[in-house]
């Protein structure tokens, strides 16, 4: 039986907020922009490694910062191009995107706004809008972009699935159930959707059938790493450990940037390899 009070550390542990990607990414765009040559592109911390290594890392580095001075001109040309003609929404979408790369989120938000001004019934921009300051924890904002979306094109499921993912990060379980509803009317069985919809049912705490939505979802979009690590928080729930480990390990393998799935595989194993010894 898996011990409930272990369990119960494995699920805070997910919780435990992640460190924003493009935080590190600019962090490491400024390290490479401060270098003076090739030569200093390597990281100190790699120095010691055996000169077939370095040799490797260093055209890691070169090629990473060739794509850091890429992407600073593909900004400043988009940039040209609005200068030039103010009113091009799909301009200020692009550099939303380019600005978001770059690890720029609240530039991104800014050109986005830009572009619903200038295109208030583009449902989908308002959409892109809504999930960017869910991201960023802006859920109210986020909210409101959503129901934007919405009041153009009630049909846009995404838009319902936004929603109802804000509504239920703040802890509106129904009004989060009667959007997942409207974006299964609207889209159908989508792996979002059915991940939503196992993400109430897990908060509301029924681990049980939130997992049989988790295990839906991975079939409906089984390249989707995120439904297979929610399994694996139901499985911890019902003590199921070692299908836990599998499919934080699944998720892993598409996508191992998945620091929580790693950490809590390993926390696992690691009770596990103590219990074994005791």
Not at 132 to 155: C, D, F, H, T, V
Request: with cysteine.
């Amino acid at each position: 039986m898996f011990d409930t009070e272990r369990g119960a550390e494995l699920v805070r542990l997910a919780r435990v907020r992640r460190q924003m990607w493009w935080v590190a990414a600019l962090a490491l765009t400024a390290l490479l922009s401060g270098c003076a040559n090739g030569a200093t592109l390597v990281p100190p911390s790699a120095q010691q490694a055996p000169q077939s290594v370095l040799a490797y890392q260093q055209a890691v580095e070169g090629r990473y910062r060739s794509l850091v001075v890429e992407l600073d001109q593909a900004i400043r040309s988009e940039e040209v191009v609005l200068a030039a003609d103010p009113r091009y929404a799909p301009g200020y979408v692009r550099l939303a995107g380019l600005l978001l790369t770059a690890g720029q989120p609240d530039a991104a938000v800014s050109a986005l706004r830009h572009a619903v001004v200038l295109q208030p019934h583009d449902s989908e921009t308002w959409t892109t809008l809504g999930q960017l300051l869910a991201r960023l924890k802006e859920n109210r904002q986020a909210l409101m972009a959503y129901r934007q979306a919405l009041s153009a094109n009630p049909g846009n499921w995404m838009a319902w699935d936004g929603a109802g993912f804000v509504e239920a990060a703040e802890g509106h379980a129904a009004k989060a159930w009667g959007d997942s509803q409207r974006a299964l009317i609207s889209g159908g069985q989508q792996g979002p959707t059915l991940d939503l919809m196992g993400r109430i049912l897990y908060q509301e705490g029924d681990p049980q059938e939130a997992l049989t939505f988790f295990e839906d979802a991975a079939s409906v979009q089984p390249d989707w790493w995120q439904s297979y690590y929610d399994a694996g928080l139901a499985d911890i729930a019902l003590g199921h450990r070692h299908q836990a480990v599998n499919n934080f390990t699944h998720a892993l393998s598409l996508n191992p940037a998945a620091a929580e799935a790693w950490q809590l595989r390993q926390t696992i194993r690691e009770a596990d390899e103590s219990w074994a010894k005791s």
